[in-house]
Antibody, heavy 113, light 107 residues
Framework: QVQLVQSGAEVKKPGASVKVSCKVS????????MHWVRQAPGKGLEWMGG????????IYAQKFQGRVTMTEDKSTDTAYMELSSLRSEDTAVYYC??????WGQGTLVTVSS | DIQMTQSPSSLSASVGDRVTITCQAS??????LNWYKQKPGKVPKLLIY???NLEIGVPPRFSGSGSGTNFTFTISSLQPEDIATYYC?????????FGQGTKLEIK
């Protein structure tokens, strides 16, 4: 059974960075295309970026370009999403999600001074 | 980027009603569309993939149709456990884009 287990909740100050991890079990990470989605409190789902298997690159939503980095450690089947220059509007639950469709449990990131 | 326009944003219906939600894409996405259900504080759950295919284990009262730019999601007979927010997602092109969501309530 495929499971995606994310790291725990984080509280960060404005201007800081956060790195969220997503550990895959029951599958090999290289056989999945990993994406990251976030959801601000009371708001809808927002796609942040993900792996494009057609060209082997990670594509970021324009809104996050320059602030987000998505990486993978194939030796541990763990994906990472790092978001920098945090502001209060980045307070959200961050999800990893794959093709085929599996989701992590979500990681709450709170940005507050 | 492809824009997904989902409507309505909220919907109130009675148990047993037929419920329809639509998503319109700003350009042709073929049948590259998923429908998700999300309850508060929970992970989104895939209901329909490739616009019209029912995910394993999802009750047959849920269905999807459409291709190109216009898509429809239907609950044939609304049940109390269907109260949730529903989202469409296009995956024809990166960046992927979600619809704005439809919050479904019981009348």
């Amino acid at each position: 059974q495929v499971q995606l287990v994310q790291s725990g909740a984080e509280v960060k100050k404005p201007g800081a960075s956060v790195k969220v991890s997503c550990k895959v079990s029951g599958y090999i990470l290289i056989e999945l295309s990993m994406h990251w989605v976030r959801q601000a409190p009371g708001k809808g789902l927002e796609w942040m970026g993900g792996f494009d298997p057609e060209d082997g690159e990670t594509i970021y939503a324009q809104k996050f370009q320059g602030r987000v980095t998505m990486t993978e450690d194939k030796s541990t089947d763990t994906a990472y999403m790092e978001l920098s220059s945090l502001r209060s509007e980045d307070t959200a639950v961050y999800y990893c999600a794959t093709d085929p469709d599996y989701w992590g449990q979500g990681t709450l990131v709170t940005v507050s001074s | 980027d492809i824009q997904m326009t989902q409507s309505p944003s909220s919907l109130s219906a009675s148990v047993g009603d037929r419920v329809t939600i639509t998503c319109q894409a700003s350009q042709d996405i073929s049948n590259s569309l998923n429908w998700y259900k999300q309850k508060p504080g929970k992970v989104p759950k895939l209901l329909i993939y490739d616009a019209s295919n029912l995910e394993i284990g999802v009750p047959p009262r849920f269905s999807g149709s459409g291709s190109g730019t216009n898509f429809t999601f239907t609950i044939s007979s609304l049940q109390p456990e269907d109260i949730a927010t529903y989202y469409c997602l296009q995956y024809d092109n990166l960046p992927r884009t979600f619809g704005q969501g439809t919050k479904l309530e019981i009348k």
